[in-house]
Structure formats: structure tokens, C-alpha cells
């Protein structure tokens, strides 16, 4: 089992800041998410963590250095882009060839191959795989020597639904056998089934590493929506009821914070006052890390016309 | 280290090209060999010194420096080019020994193509009837031809690390030779000193004895251990 401690990770183009002193855990027998925008530094992180991109801060596995590890295949396993092969070796002897570099058989190279669904193209070259295709070869170099972490950038992106509800049961199950997770993605819905732990940075700063249990309940707002013809009378109740904080003007009514739909309709009905509709709402994982990031994205998009 | 070997012979001999790129070499020399043979003795003139023949259609010609250094400047030119340099590079993090092997695996798939383009070369040239045994010693053209080697590669590896540029590496080589043969002329008359700072010119005069041969091995050395430290540290502080 490897702890993955990153510290103090910094890495700036210029005078421009792609990672400001980021520091977290990757800890093992859990899928740790790694949210943000886009341009918010999570693949330059993952590069620093490995070494790749030289910055400051270290990342130490298991208290350890990668470069002093003998083997580092069996140590960190990394998926950071689905193009990163040459197009014209074929997917078995790409992955032969690095199965040379963890003295890992053949017969593994033929398992990860069988696992990702690749045996038919196996022996085609990769130039002509589809986005998806060429996630699957990724995956499969990531995991070819079973390294104790996996490191994963945006691995969902391209795969049809099948294949990410295979890939979501897989990381967990790998996550379940003592290993470590760190995936990013852009999916939000998958991240809050697939992710025990979630880390979610912006312009390159951490703004959150907590389970994702509790960052739902931290970053999500739950309320009460009553529609209802009397505003006045019922205004007057749930403000006197509740406390006027509790209480905001919305399309046709009110909303409500910290109540239930029973509270309300009580409320509402010693008032006098006819309810048109009465909802919970709860704000969804994608709502919370908008909210979250909202002042830390560099890209946002204009306006829809 | 032997997992690096291992994985460096994989990675150069499960490409095509590495194949091609040999398979045309070897072809190339034993062509030139052919229009070598065939031209002496035309009308009666000169013999074919087997050293000397031998030497020119293995290294000294524009065709084999250009085949040389493709397969020289492969070892770094496509780990960039496809960005597989971060898979190496997570499967080995420490860079030092990351260069050495690309290097030994480079050169020594360099020196077999040209062990077997000078063999093929050979067969040629001694079949025709026009062959005499040259000037200089076989010990010496082998010599030649191991340095040309070297010379070429080295220039094609280390030019490839520096620019991570794949086309740049395969060309810059004989960009070299190509304006140290231009700029020569038009220098020797103002700074006749200067064309011994050049690797070209100082392993042809290392090569060519008398007092120069000393300055021109000092200088040569020199380049070739400049170019490859430059390679060597750019590649340790660089992102991958």
C-alpha cells in the first residue's frame, strides 16, 4: 500500500501560475477525484507528481522519492493523454515493449490486453484508433505492471457509456484491493459515484480535499419552493415562523432554507394561504463545484446567445 | 539498467522504420559500390583502391550521413514527436540513465547496419576486376568508418535532445558538412585559423595525419562532448 504525499507543488510559464503550492494526499483503498476547470492545473500537477515537468515541491510515495525506487512501473502506473503512442507500432508490441520495462510477461501483456477489449486490433496500428481506442491502450499501459497507484488524467473521456460504468466498477474494485486512485475528469456524475476522496483545485490552488460525503454535504444547499397566489399572508408567516434570513423572494413565491415540505405546508396552511407548488431542492454535486470554482475559472465561456 | 536496455532495444526494433531505414542503407551502399565498380576502368583509366572505394561508398556521401543520422535522431526524435517520452520517462524517472541507454542501443544499432553495408560493400567492390588493394590499411578504414559513425550519430542524437526536433535531427548533420564545404572557401582566405574550430574539417584533418591531426582529434572530441553534455543537461531540467 503507497501514500501518496504531494507537497507544496509549484509550477509557473512566465509570470503565469499553473500550480501554486498545492499540497494533498492520495491515500490507498480509495478512488481519489481530482476536479476543476479547465487550465485549473490538474494535468500539470499530475506531471509534477511524476517528475515529468520539472517545478518546485515534491511528491514522495510512500515516503519515497520515484526516482529512488529500483522499479517504478510497480509503483505508479499513469494514463495522461490518449494519443501518447507511435502510430505505426502496434498496440500488442507497444505494450510489449513497455512490459520490458517492469520485466512483465507476455502473458500479462495478453490479460490487459484481453481486459481492454483489444484483442481485435491488437495487432493494428494505432494510428487509425478512435479517441476511445486509444483511452483503452492507455489504461491498459497504466495498469500493465499493477502498480500500487494509478494515476489518471480525464480517462473517460471518448469511451461510450459501457465502457466508463466498466471503467468506473474496475477503479473502484482496483481502489477496493489496497491500492491508490487518482483520477481527474471532467464528469461530474461519474466523479460522485466512482470517487471516495475529492480534490478540486482552481487557477492551480486547492480548494477542497475531503471525502466526497462531505464535500456534498458542505458545498450542497438544500431548500423549499412554495408557488402560491397569497404572498403577502404567507410572507407574513414564514418570516415570523422562520426568521427573515431563512426566507427569499422567488418566480411566483418563496424559497425557503433549512425547512421541510411538511414545515412549510403547516406553515402555509395556518396562514390561510393556497399552495400552488411545494418542492425540494437539493443542488447537485455539478452545482456545488460550479459554485466552488466559479472565481477560479481562467476559461469561462461567453453567454448563450 | 538492463530493463532499459531491454526496453530501448524493443522500442527501436518494433518500428518499421528502424528496419527501413536500415534495409536502405545497406541497399544504398551496395548501390553506390555498383556505379563505383562500374565507372572505374571506363575508357581504359584508373584501378578501384579497395580502401579507399570502400570508405567513400560506406560514410563519406551525403546518402548514408542522411540514413545514419535518421536512425540516430529516432532514438529522441519520436519519443517527442508522439509524446511517448512520458511514458518512458514515468517507467524510468531518472533521466541520466535514460540517455545513456538510448545512446549505447543507438550506437550500436548504427555500427551493425554499417558493419553490414561495409560487408555488402565490399562483395561489390572486390568482385571487380579493376579492384587493387589501396593505400591506406584496412585497419585504418575501418577506423574511419567507426568515427564518420559515431561522428554522425552523435550530431543526429544530440541535435535531436536539444531541439526535440525530429526533421531538424535527421538533416542537421548534413547541414553541417554542407556549409562547412561552402563556408570554407570563403573564409580560408580572410581567417585561415577558423576552419579548424569546425568537427567536420578537424576530423578530416585528424584523419589526414601531419601537424594538424592532434588539434583536429582535440577539437573534434571536444565537439562531440560539448554537443552531447548540452543534450544531456537539457534533458535533466526540461519538462518532459
Not at chain 1, 486509444?134 to 473517460?156: F, K, M, S, W
Not at chain 1, 405546508?265 to 466559479?294: H, K, M, P, W, Y
Not at chain 2, 556505379?35 to 581504359?44: I, N, P, Y
Not at chain 2, 531541439?163 to 535527421?170: A, F, S
Request: aromatic fraction near 8%; proline fraction near 4%; charge should be neutral.
Amino acid at each position: 500500500m503507497v501514500i501518496v504525499t504531494a507537497s507544496n507543488l509549484h509550477k509557473a510559464y512566465g509570470r503565469t501560475v499553473a500550480v501554486d503550492d498545492l499540497s494533498f494526499q492520495v491515500k490507498p483503498g480509495q478512488v481519489t477525484g481530482f476536479l476543476g476547470p479547465n487550465g485549473s492545473g490538474k494535468s500539470t500537477s499530475m506531471r509534477l507528481m511524476l517528475g515529468l515537468d520539472r517545478g518546485r515541491g515534491v511528491t514522495l510515495w510512500d515516503g519515497k522519492p520515484l526516482d529512488l525506487y529500483p522499479h517504478a512501473p510497480s509503483v505508479v502506473g499513469a494514463h495522461l493523454d490518449a494519443k501518447f503512442f507511435h502510430p505505426n507500432r502496434s498496440a500488442r508490441n507497444h505494450l510489449r515493449m513497455l512490459a520490458a520495462a517492469s520485466k512483465t510477461s507476455r502473458k500479462r501483456v495478453d490479460e490487459v490486453i484481453a481486459l481492454m477489449g483489444l484483442e481485435s486490433v491488437a495487432k493494428k496500428k494505432p494510428k487509425g484508433f478512435s479517441l476511445g481506442m486509444g483511452q483503452r491502450l492507455g489504461l491498459a499501459t497504466a495498469i500493465l505492471a499493477e502498480p500500487a497507484v494509478l494515476l489518471l488524467d480525464e480517462p473517460a473521456n471518448g469511451l461510450d457509456p459501457q465502457s466508463i460504468q466498466w471503467l468506473r466498477d474496475y477503479l473502484k474494485h482496483y481502489a477496493a484491493e489496497g491500492r491508490s486512485v487518482l483520477v481527474s475528469s471532467h464528469l461530474l456524475s461519474e466523479m460522485e459515484i466512482m470517487a471516495d476522496q475529492v480534490i478540486v483545485i482552481a487557477r492551480g490552488r486547492l480548494l477542497a480535499d475531503e471525502s466526497m460525503a462531505e464535500f456534498k454535504t458542505r458545498a450542497t444547499t438544500t431548500d423549499v419552493l412554495v408557488r402560491t397566489p397569497d404572498l403577502d399572508s404567507l410572507r407574513t408567516a414564514l418570516v415570523a415562523q422562520l426568521g427573515a434570513d431563512a426566507v427569499s423572494e422567488a418566480p411566483g413565491g418563496f424559497a425557503i432554507k433549512g425547512v421541510s415540505t411538511d414545515q412549510v405546508g403547516d406553515i402555509a396552511f395556518r396562514a390561510n394561504a393556497a399552495v400552488q407548488e411545494l418542492t425540494l431542492r437539493t443542488a447537485s454535486l455539478e452545482q456545488a463545484f460550479l459554485e466552488l470554482t466559479r472565481e477560479g475559472q481562467d476559461y469561462a465561456l461567453g453567454g448563450v446567445l | 539498467m538492463s530493463e532499459l536496455l531491454s526496453f530501448e532495444w524493443r522500442r527501436a526494433r518494433s518500428i518499421r522504420t528502424t528496419w527501413i531505414t536500415s534495409l536502405f542503407t545497406v541497399l544504398g551502399v551496395a548501390l553506390l559500390a555498383v556505379l563505383f565498380a562500374g565507372v572505374s576502368g571506363v575508357d581504359g583509366g584508373e584501378s578501384l583502391p579497395l580502401q579507399e572505394a570502400l570508405e567513400s561508398v560506406v560514410v563519406t556521401n551525403p546518402f548514408t550521413m542522411v540514413l545514419i543520422s535518421s536512425l540516430a535522431a529516432m532514438a529522441f526524435g519520436h519519443e517527442y514527436r508522439y509524446g511517448t517520452i512520458r511514458l518512458t520517462l514515468t517507467a524510468f524517472p531518472r533521466r541520466g540513465p535514460v540517455f545513456f541507454a538510448k545512446l549505447v542501443i543507438t550506437l550500436l544499432l548504427v555500427f551493425l547496419v554499417l558493419a553490414v553495408s561495409a560487408g555488402v560493400g565490399y562483395g561489390v567492390l572486390a568482385s571487380s576486376p579493376m579492384a587493387v588493394s589501396g593505400t591506406q590499411s584496412w585497419a585504418a578504414t575501418a577506423w574511419h568508418v567507426a568515427v564518420f559513425g559515431l561522428t554522425f550519430s552523435t550530431l543526429a542524437f544530440s541535435l535531436t535532445v536539444i531541439t526535440r526536433n525530429h526533421p531538424l535531427g535527421i538533416i542537421g548533420p548534413l547541414l553541417i558538412f554542407l556549409m562547412e564545404m561552402l563556408l570554407l572557401p570563403l573564409i580560408a582566405e580572410r581567417a585561415e585559423w577558423l576552419p579548424k574550430f569546425f568537427p567536420l574539417t578537424a576530423m578530416t584533418n585528424w584523419f589526414g595525419g601531419g601537424a594538424d591531426a592532434l588539434w583536429g582529434a582535440g577539437v573534434w572530441v571536444a565537439w562531440m562532448v560539448a554537443l552531447m553534455a548540452q543534450g544531456f543537461v537539457l534533458l535533466l531540467r526540461r519538462d518532459a
